[in-house]
Structure formats: structure tokens, C-alpha cells
């Protein structure tokens, strides 16, 4: 599991990713001081989240916090389907793409992203969103590629 500032940083920015969040025991989500943690402890049974944002109260006091979910290499693979097509075949696609050029790099994106999870969040901005991610943030590109 990618627990990195970049990944992080990626992950906060994908904004249609982040509002196709339905939390689940389990997820990994960063708080807004970059802490990771997941959505298992005692401690935070009691914590409810909803639209990316946890919620709590503690001494008669509600609590809001910003969190930004970390998408595990699996439901990425997830989120990459496509009605009709079978999964196999999507992996495939993500393998062919993994070997082309990424963006306006010559590099492909499996040399240019350090993990599994950077690279699946990758194609899943470019192939649901038409998006590339630039260093800093997630640009619009065009359809071909």
C-alpha cells in the first residue's frame, strides 16, 4: 500500500476518484495533518464518513475533518472496469498502456510512477477522466493515447 506524500498528493487531487469514495471498513484515508489510517480501530468505529469528510463527536462537541481516501491497488483494478468488458481484458488494456508513452514524456508510466498504485490511479484518470498527471495536479488532456 502506497503511503507516500506523492501518492497522497494524487490521490487528493483526483477529485472524480475522491466523490466515487463509498467508505468501507478497511479504507485507507489520509486526515488533514497527512496521517494515514484506516477505517478498522476501535477508535474510530465511532467516527462516521460521509462525502469525504469524517465526522465525530467528542464531549458534546461535533468534529469535521477532511479526509482524503488512498484507494488500494485493488479497487483501483475496481474502479477500472467497464460495463461489457470482461476484466481480463481491462488488465490488458492497463498492461499495453503501462508500455506507451505517458503524456508529453517519452518515458512510459510504469517508469515514471514508483508503484502499482500510482500507476493504476494513472490509467484510471486517463481512461474514465481524460486526465494526466503533470507533477502537481490532474490536466484535461485529449481523447487520443
Known amino acids: 500500500?502506497?503511503?507516500?506524500?506523492?501518492y497522497i498528493r494524487m490521490c487528493h487531487r483526483a477529485e472524480e476518484i475522491q466523490g466515487l469514495w463509498q467508505p468501507i471498513y478497511g479504507d485507507f484515508y489520509a486526515d488533514a495533518k497527512g496521517q494515514i489510517r484506516c477505517w478498522i480501530s476501535r477508535n474510530t468505529a465511532s467516527i462516521r464518513i460521509k462525502k469525504g469528510y469524517?465526522?465525530?463527536?467528542?464531549?458534546?462537541?461535533?468534529?469535521?475533518?477532511?479526509y482524503t481516501?488512498?484507494?488500494?491497488?485493488?479497487?483501483?483494478?475496481?474502479?477500472?472496469?467497464?460495463?461489457g468488458r470482461r476484466y481480463e481484458?481491462?488488465?490488458?488494456?492497463?498492461?499495453?498502456?503501462?508500455?506507451?508513452?505517458?503524456?508529453?514524456?517519452?518515458?512510459?508510466?510504469s517508469r515514471l510512477f514508483k508503484t502499482m498504485e500510482k500507476i493504476w490511479l494513472a490509467f484510471v484518470m486517463r481512461q474514465k477522466f481524460n486526465r494526466l498527471w503533470d507533477c502537481d495536479t490532474w490536466v484535461k488532456r485529449s481523447r487520443p493515447a
Do not use: C, T
Request: proline fraction near 7%.
Open 1 to 6: 500500500m502506497d503511503k507516500s506524500e506523492s
Open 54 to 66: 469524517g465526522i465525530w463527536v467528542d464531549n458534546s462537541v461535533i468534529h469535521l475533518s477532511r
Open 69 to 83: 481516501w488512498l484507494p488500494r491497488q485493488d479497487q483501483l483494478i475496481e474502479l477500472a472496469q467497464l460495463p
Open 89 to 109: 481484458n481491462i488488465v490488458q488494456d492497463f498492461f499495453d498502456w503501462s508500455k506507451r508513452p505517458y503524456g508529453n514524456d517519452a518515458r512510459p508510466s
